[in-house]
């Protein structure tokens, strides 16, 4: 049996900090390489400086290295994203674009591509959301991610290519501080609660939004990646879910613990994405093609949350 050489690009962002931990838990360490375009907070070696808009670089790298596998986390987020539009489809399309094209060319065995709750939109039902559905996202995150999700369609009918993906909701890990998403409030919410400090949230009190602890979320995309070729019926991009809750429930849960945690609310710019965004998600098909199942629920994840965190 073939080797598994794994590459992650944007393996600095918040779930590529966690996910090179747990794969190289998994397959060893010289076995998956780190790779990004900024320096990592902590050491993450095998790690490598790669930017994806350098397309001959890059193939060259995965085959100098004999890679057999990507996690394609690179990408600009949805609020960070609104900032700079243009900058954004070019990192999350072309450079997306290229690795299939690489991975086709170099004959690779699977690639993972993250999508998430920003593909839907206005026109999308919000209470649970189903698998299939109307996709008309307001951002260009949320754009190229739709995108993305059709070239991995289209790559696996044409090439054969066998390309794998999730529809992320919101992720909370206490590894990293996030930068740049719609539900980051989540996570800067216990550094406050732990520091003694007041929050102010971006977001409306009540708005609800579908939301994972990052544990789940690195164990739903390992299973995925692991499961068998012929079991995964949708090659768009699964819908994942966990839990969905508000600012003000998670208030709540903190102050179980924190019975002092001050917080204010001023939405900004942000909130009308998180507006345009599901409740609820419908994940059946993720749980009978690969068995999915959240281990996580609010409760159960504040007090993870600040075990680690304190």
């Known amino acids: 049996m073939k080797e ?15 996910l090179t931990k747990a794969l190289r838990e998994i397959h060893g360490t010289e076995n998956v390489i780190a790779t990004d375009i900024t320096e990592p907070k902590h050491k993450n070696e095998p790690f490598d400086f790669i930017d994806i808009l350098n397309k001959v670089r890059l193939k060259e790298y995965i085959g100098d290295y004999k890679i057999t596998q990507i996690y394609h986390l690179a990408a600009i987020l949805s609020a960070s994203g609104e900032l700079n539009p243009q900058k954004t489809w070019e990192v999350n399309m ?12 170099l004959k690779l065995d699977k690639i993972f591509f993250p999508s998430t709750i920003a593909v839907y939109g206005p026109t999308t039902l919000r209470l649970n959301t189903p698998q299939h559905v109307s996709l008309e996202p307001g951002t260009v995150y949320g754009i190229s991610k739709v995108a993305g999700e059709l070239w991995c369609n289209y790559y696996f009918k044409k090439y054969g290519l066998d390309s ?110 998180a507006s345009s965004w599901s409740e ?31």
């Open 164 to 273: 794998r993906s999730v529809r992320y909701p919101g992720i909370i890990g206490w590894q990293s501080i996030p930068q740049g998403g719609t539900t980051d409030y989540a996570v800067e919410m216990f550094h406050a609660a732990i520091n003694g400090e007041k929050y102010e949230c971006f977001l409306k009190a009540d708005t609800k939004l579908p939301m994972m602890y990052m544990p789940d979320a690195i164990r739903a995309t390992t299973e995925l990646m692991e499961a068998e070729k012929d079991n995964i019926r949708v090659r768009t991009s699964y819908n994942l879910s966990a839990m969905s809750f508000s600012p003000s429930e998670l208030v709540d849960e903190i102050r179980k613990h924190y019975p002092r945690f001050e917080l204010t609310y001023k939405p900004d710019h942000r909130q009308e994405i």
């Open 94 to 105: 072309t450079g997306f674009l290229s690795i299939l094209d690489i991975a086709v060319e």
């Open 280 to 310: 609820s998600i419908d994940d059946s098909s993720a749980r009978a093609d690969w068995d999915w199942d959240p281990e996580y629920d609010i409760s159960k994840m504040t007090e993870d949350m600040i075990n680690n965190l304190t």
């Open 4 to 18: 598994k050489k794994i590459l992650l690009t944007g393996a600095n962002g918040q779930i590529g900090t966690a």
